[in-house]
DNA sequence: AATGAAAGCGGACCACGGTCCGTTTCGACC
DNA sequence: GGTCGAAACGGACCGTGGTCCGCTTTCATT
């Protein structure tokens, strides 16, 4: 008799087949995002391209957001990886208000250029979401930290991050902000939450 | 000969058998949302329940959300008229920083008790709901103003607001954060903006 | 290699948002 | 009251995300 009984935060191995089917099925979701973009890219094809049955999917996938959740992550773990140990000033080595300037200009570029694959994978509270979600804040806060900057530094994480947040973006994009006036203004924002 | 090449901006007056419909689509659109929740009002019902067809609704309202943009502006045009003639320190009387902090926390009950419904309305990108959002940057940007804050105060609106969003606020909601938390850090972030 | 059961599979099926177009209703003009 | 064009109507229809359940595959054990 060995463990009847569940054990908490056993990994659960997966099987091989099923290992396979999801790379096909990111491989295809990756595929067909860079080539049709994100709003053309049904789940049907995806299975279809794929060569599995669309209950594959979303048993692997959760939905329709946490496939593309999936597919973003590609890209931003590779941001995030820039980040922590990328060249300055995004990544260490520049003084704290320069890396968090520059942070923010690469969250608003990033943010811009993958605004499409963003808006399908939110929504999703998947703890792949929401890590990627909070490790925004845990950096950003680290380098309030570092300006010394005193009050709830998590709070004023979350308020500096959210005027980059796509959705917001897009609104400003339509009333025929500038990309340059954004940036110019959440640079401003910093500065007076940094205070001077 | 009269009028051969369409007028700019003639008010093109409703049928009356298409006022009644309307009437009766928000009607039931309005009891519905109250009774089940948003939710779990689809277009059919509210169809059925008006006692119209499927297409009349589209075409009144272009889409589920301008629906639900209708619904919930019933009770944000008076919102709206409580911010611009209500009484202190929401409405005018009260000096500018205790006008705006009220604003913002009165924004933010109504985003966290609305929630559902805010999100079931929001995307649209109808000038109704356009409308709604730039209301909230105005008011802020003539606050601001009066407290003699430089700057693009339109950019700074806009930062001040964001934090306010439902989206945002669930998802510290969902981070155990609680409200009175929530409220004083925007107070915070407030002050810095303004300059202590 | 045989076996058994759990994990995985897949595609028929459903609900809902949204469209389309033949039919009905309105109301301006005679 | 009759006529007629335009506007509005409504429900059959479609595409898509998501579910369900009977069948298949994997793999630990022997």
Redesign the interface.
Known sequence: MTNLLPMADEPAPERSDAARNRQAILAAALELVRTRGVDCVTMDTVASVAGVGKGTLFRRFESREGLMAAVLNESEAAWQADVISGPPPLGPGAPPLERLLAFGHSRLRTNVTHGALIKAATGD?SARS?AA??FAVMHVRHLLSELRVT??L???S??VL??L?I??IE??Q??N?SLE??E???D??VR??V?C
């Open positions: 509270s929401r979600a909070s009050g709830d998590v709070l004023l979350i308020a959210a005027p947040d959705v917001v609104q400003q339509r009333d902000i006036r954004i110019a203004g959440w401003d924002l007076r939450v205070g």
